[in-house]
């Protein structure tokens, strides 16, 4: 069983930052590639950022590129994510999950484990 929690959402004014964890079971962020993404209302999951399972390489949006940044400590079992410059469109719920599928790390259905989620809510 995969166990994938997220914390650290909340309310933020724009130009803030915010980091998001996410705290995994044993044996998957040392042996998984991970993801996050996000979901408005009325909306699919959309990829936000991903990293390998040694954290040698990272994957961001265009929508996020150079504002937040996705890193891990698998000897805590916790992956990040940073938000820095946040928008009032980075509004949604976040979501951590695990990737299975060896292809693109955009594809939503190449993950196949997903936390509850954490609301980051963004006002201008």
């Known amino acids: 069983q995969v166990l994938l929690v997220e914390s650290g959402g909340g309310s933020v004014q724009a130009g803030g930052s915010l980091t998001l964890s996410c705290e995994a079971s044993?044996?998957?962020?040392?042996?998984?590639?991970m993801g996050w993404f996000r979901r408005s209302p009325a909306q699919d999951k959309k990829f936000v950022a991903a990293i390998n399972w040694s954290g040698s390489n990272t994957y961001y949006s265009d929508s996020v590129k150079g504002r937040f940044t996705i890193s891990k400590n698998n000897n805590k079992n916790t992956m990040y994510l940073q938000m820095n410059s946040l928008k009032p469109e980075d509004t949604a719920v976040y979501y951590c999950?695990?990737?299975?599928?060896?292809?693109?790390?955009?594809?939503?259905?190449?993950?196949?484990?997903w936390g509850q989620g954490t609301q980051v809510t963004v006002s201008s």
């Open positions: 999950a695990r990737k299975v599928w060896s292809g693109n790390y955009t594809y939503v259905g190449g993950y196949d484990s």
């Open positions: 044993p044996r998957v962020l040392d042996r998984y590639a």
